[in-house]
């Protein structure tokens, strides 16, 4: 279900068609309390947030609870947003995994999680995924990135990051010691980074 | 291994684990005060945060069915914002706040840059009551305005749930929502429904459009709707109909045209919807 359209131009109805506004653009109008620019910055967003939470999460319903939740704190905490420290999608993608790891951490003794599904590939199993051509190309760079970490640094990381699982965990899911784990989060995130071609 | 031995909370060994979320809060808090001055470390923090970043862009898309997005329109309709920090002096503290922002923006320690001063508020209001209402609440164009601040529809942050129609219908009806409270003329005004529960009537009139949310609302028998009616001196014109669920809260936008002035009214009718009312009205909001 390759689409050939990125998400940003998805045939949502516009109220501005002629020229859809960037995500930073429609943030600082949903800080001056706009609803549309809201609901557009929604149908741009919701998709990744979702997808990234039903990554940590796995239950369907949770996830949608916990994406509705990211999406108020949005709405509140947009007057407060400062563009000058990074772009919106990462304002939004940095809250969005750190209430999904909020959750799931909350939800300890509830979750379905092994190490087998935190470890595996990140590549998703759902039905009703939506892949566009612009993740697609994400996905496929993060993957190649991923495979220049070592076995271990590449565990812990996924562990962490898809897993939720916080450094101590990791490192009893590993069975190494924890300071390990810590040079391994790090060293492996130096790693991606450069990989990535992510400065600042 | 070696690292063992160094202190639970060293920041230079952590950068990695907090740009991932791995720590706990008490480790996190204590990672973020032990950053100190350390530009070096912060930009590690920063980059290896944005890092983090495009991990999780490149899990796959999953579309959120339309009824997450009419239940979220529903929802910040009805929750004010909250108020931009206040400028204050740069101090050393402000200089910490770069790095640890990129993780917990919304705590931010406002620094001489907020771009978005308070909302003018009406002269008659308190400094402190202007800093606990929403811009919601401090639109001029809002009449009424006490009574609708002091109608919270939503308890506790719960869900309300558009009922109405299928998925289609509430992405129309989510976006025609966010149209009537973000148009410039957008007014709400609220009233107690008879038999219990609480009604709120948005509207616009240059939209001609409204919608009505209420909470608390009996649920009732099979076999019956609640009806919407626009009410002027020809008559009533019917609306649409609605239900609740358990949780007596909804909310849907009217169908029909709203003339400037029209009294909104919600009657009990038969399933299916009358064509004129059939009951006395449970509550009846004027608009303006």
């Known amino acids: ?200 | 291994m070696i690292d063992n031995k160094r202190p639970d909370a060293d920041p230079a060994t952590l950068t990695g684990a907090y740009a991932l979320n791995a720590l706990t809060p008490e480790q996190r808090e204590s990672f973020e005060a032990g950053l100190g001055d350390s530009e070096s470390l912060r930009h590690e923090v920063t980059e290896l945060a944005d890092t983090a970043v495009v991990l999780g862009l490149a899990v796959d898309p999953v579309d959120p069915p339309p009824a997450l997005k009419a239940s979220i329109m529903g929802l910040i309709a009805s929750t004010p914002q909250l108020p931009p920090l206040v400028t204050r002096a740069p101090s050393s503290a402000d200089a910490s706040a770069s790095v640890t922002d990129i993780a917990s923006r919304q705590e931010t320690v406002a620094d001489a840059r907020v771009q978005n001063p308070a909302p003018v508020a009406a002269p008659r209001e308190t400094p402190a009551s202007r800093k606990a209402q929403s811009r919601w609440f401090t639109k001029p164009a809002i009449v009424l305005a006490g009574v609708a601040a002091a109608v919270g529809l939503i308890a506790g942050g719960g869900v309300l749930v558009n009922t109405i129609g299928d998925a289609n219908t509430q992405q129309v009806q989510a976006d025609a929502l966010a149209a009537i409270t973000s148009a410039d003329d957008s007014q709400q005004a609220a009233a107690a429904v008879d038999g219990g529960g609480t009604a709120k009537l948005v509207w616009s009139n240059s939209l001609g459009s409204s919608a009505v949310m209420v909470d608390g609302l009996a649920a009732l028998d099979d076999g019956k709707v609640y009806e919407l009616w626009y009410i002027d001196g020809d008559g009533a014109r019917a609306a649409g109909t609605f239900t609740v669920g358990d949780s007596g809260a909804t909310w849907r936008v009217l169908d029909g045209e709203m003339r400037a002035g029209d009294l909104v009214g919600v009657t009990v009718e038969p399933a299916g919807g009358s064509e004129t009312p059939t009951t006395d009205p449970i509550v009846a909001i004027q608009s303006a």
């Open chain 1, 1 to 200: 279900m390759l689409k050939l359209v990125p998400r940003d131009t998805d045939d949502e109805e516009r109220f501005a068609p002629e020229s859809p506004l960037t995500q930073d653009q429609l943030l600082s109008l949903v800080a001056q309390g706009d609803q549309a620019a809201f609901a557009q910055l929604y149908d741009q967003m919701a998709p990744r947030v979702l997808g990234l939470v039903r990554r940590l999460l796995r239950d369907h319903a949770q996830s949608e609870e916990v994406t509705q939740e990211i999406f108020l704190e949005i709405w509140q905490n947009a007057t407060r947003y400062d563009s000058s420290k990074g772009g919106a999608s990462t304002w939004i993608m940095t809250m969005s995994h750190r209430r999904a790891v909020d959750r799931v951490r909350a939800s300890q003794s509830s979750r379905d999680r092994d190490t087998k599904i935190g470890i595996r590939d990140y590549d998703a199993d759902y039905d009703n995924v939506s892949e566009t051509v612009q993740t697609r190309i994400e996905h496929e760079r993060v993957e190649k990135a991923m495979q220049r970490l070592t076995e271990l640094q590449r565990q812990a990381v996924s562990l962490a990051y898809y897993g939720g699982y916080s450094h101590s965990e990791v490192a009893t899911l590993l069975s190494v010691p924890i300071g390990t784990v810590k040079t391994r989060l790090r060293d492996g995130m130096i790693r991606l980074r450069d990989e990535l071609g992510v400065a600042s």
